[in-house]
Protein backbone atom coordinates (compact mmCIF):
# COMPACT_ATOMS: atom_id res chain seq x y z
CA UNK A 1 0.00 0.00 0.00
CA UNK A 2 2.15 2.79 -1.34
CA UNK A 3 -0.39 5.30 -1.35
CA UNK A 4 -1.03 4.92 2.46
CA UNK A 5 2.74 4.96 3.56
CA UNK A 6 2.91 7.99 1.78
CA UNK A 7 -0.17 9.57 3.60
CA UNK A 8 1.14 8.59 6.48
CA UNK A 9 4.25 10.00 5.81
CA UNK A 10 2.61 13.22 5.11
CA UNK A 11 1.01 13.62 7.96
CA UNK A 12 4.44 12.49 10.30
CA UNK A 13 6.32 15.60 8.15
CA UNK A 14 2.95 17.60 9.30
CA UNK A 15 3.91 17.37 12.64
CA UNK A 16 6.72 17.55 12.84
CA UNK A 17 6.65 21.11 10.75
CA UNK A 18 4.13 22.06 13.78
CA UNK A 19 6.19 21.57 16.29
CA UNK A 20 9.14 23.36 14.41
CA UNK A 21 6.83 26.37 13.55
CA UNK A 22 6.09 26.60 17.61
CA UNK A 23 8.41 29.41 18.38
CA UNK A 24 11.63 28.53 20.34
CA UNK A 25 12.02 32.29 21.92
CA UNK A 26 9.67 33.96 23.46
CA UNK A 27 6.33 35.48 22.11
CA UNK A 28 6.00 39.29 22.16
CA UNK A 29 4.73 40.64 25.49
CA UNK A 30 0.94 42.47 24.84
CA UNK A 31 1.22 46.11 25.92
CA UNK A 32 -2.02 45.60 28.22
CA UNK A 33 -2.88 43.32 31.00
CA UNK A 34 -5.69 40.42 28.98
CA UNK A 35 -7.10 40.46 32.11
CA UNK A 36 -7.65 44.12 33.79
CA UNK A 37 -6.30 45.69 31.03
CA UNK A 38 -3.95 48.17 32.50
CA UNK A 39 -0.67 49.17 30.83
CA UNK A 40 2.01 46.09 31.16
CA UNK A 41 5.18 47.28 32.73
CA UNK A 42 8.18 47.64 31.14
CA UNK A 43 9.70 45.00 32.23
CA UNK A 44 7.19 42.30 31.69
CA UNK A 45 7.10 43.73 28.46
CA UNK A 46 10.66 42.82 27.82
CA UNK A 47 10.68 39.56 29.34
CA UNK A 48 8.53 38.56 26.21
CA UNK A 49 5.62 36.39 26.39
CA UNK A 50 3.80 38.31 29.16
CA UNK A 51 0.34 38.70 28.84
CA UNK A 52 -0.87 39.62 32.26
CA UNK A 53 0.43 42.23 34.92
CA UNK A 54 2.41 41.26 37.83
CA UNK A 55 -0.84 41.19 40.33
CA UNK A 56 -2.94 38.98 37.40
CA UNK A 57 -0.13 36.73 36.62
CA UNK A 58 0.23 35.94 40.49
CA UNK A 59 -3.54 35.39 40.65
CA UNK A 60 -3.39 32.91 38.30
CA UNK A 61 -0.08 30.99 39.18
CA UNK A 62 -1.91 30.88 42.99
CA UNK A 63 -5.32 29.57 41.05
CA UNK A 64 -3.10 27.25 39.34
CA UNK A 65 -1.62 26.19 42.26
CA UNK A 66 -5.11 26.25 44.44
CA UNK A 67 -5.69 23.73 41.53
CA UNK A 68 -3.06 21.50 41.14
CA UNK A 69 -2.88 21.14 45.13
CA UNK A 70 -6.72 20.14 44.95
CA UNK A 71 -6.05 17.69 41.94
CA UNK A 72 -8.02 20.22 39.70
CA UNK A 73 -11.58 20.98 41.55
CA UNK A 74 -12.54 24.20 41.83
CA UNK A 75 -13.32 23.82 45.99
CA UNK A 76 -11.28 25.28 48.05
ZN1 LIG B 1 -3.77 42.61 35.26
Not at 34 to 40: K, L, P, S, V
Amino acid sequence: MPDLFDRAQALELERAEKINAQPKTPKASLTQCQECGIAMPHERIKMGGAVYCIDCQEEHEFIAACKARNGGKHEA
